[in-house]
Nanobody
């Protein structure tokens, strides 16, 4: 099992940046493909970005491509989401999630139903 704890959310003006972090505890982080999701009020939770177990492969939702960057440090058990050029439509609760253990090494998981572990979420609010 793995426990996930997000941090770094807050209030930022449109065009600004935030860096979210997901700290993992329990099993080695390298056992899990990781992802970030978000849920805006009144909307379903949606995929934002995913990264393979070793970090060599990443995928992004079209809405954040070119603005967001996901990275991981398995030794430090951290998964980060760097968010630049933020827009009001990025306002949501952001969740870190883990798929596994032992998902395929190069797999990037985008389907919400495939993830087994979730953090409690961190609020990101972008003011226009």
């Amino acid at each position: 099992q793995v426990q996930l704890d997000e941090s770094g959310g807050g209030l930022v003006q449109a065009g600004g940046s935030l860096r979210l972090s997901c700290a993992a505890s329990g099993r080695a982080l390298s056992n899990f493909a990781m992802g970030w999701f978000r849920q805006a009020p009144g909307k379903e939770r949606e995929f934002v970005a995913g990264i393979s177990r070793g970090g060599s492969r990443t995928l992004y939702a079209d809405s954040v491509k070119g603005r967001f960057s996901i990275s991981r440090d398995n030794a430090k058990k951290l998964v980060d989401l760097q968010m630049n050029s933020l827009k009001s439509e990025d306002t949501a609760v952001y969740y870190c999630a883990a798929d596994g253990p032992d998902s395929p090494w190069f797999a990037v998981v985008t389907a919400i139903g495939e993830y087994d572990y979730w953090g409690q979420g961190t609020q990101v609010t972008v003011s226009s």
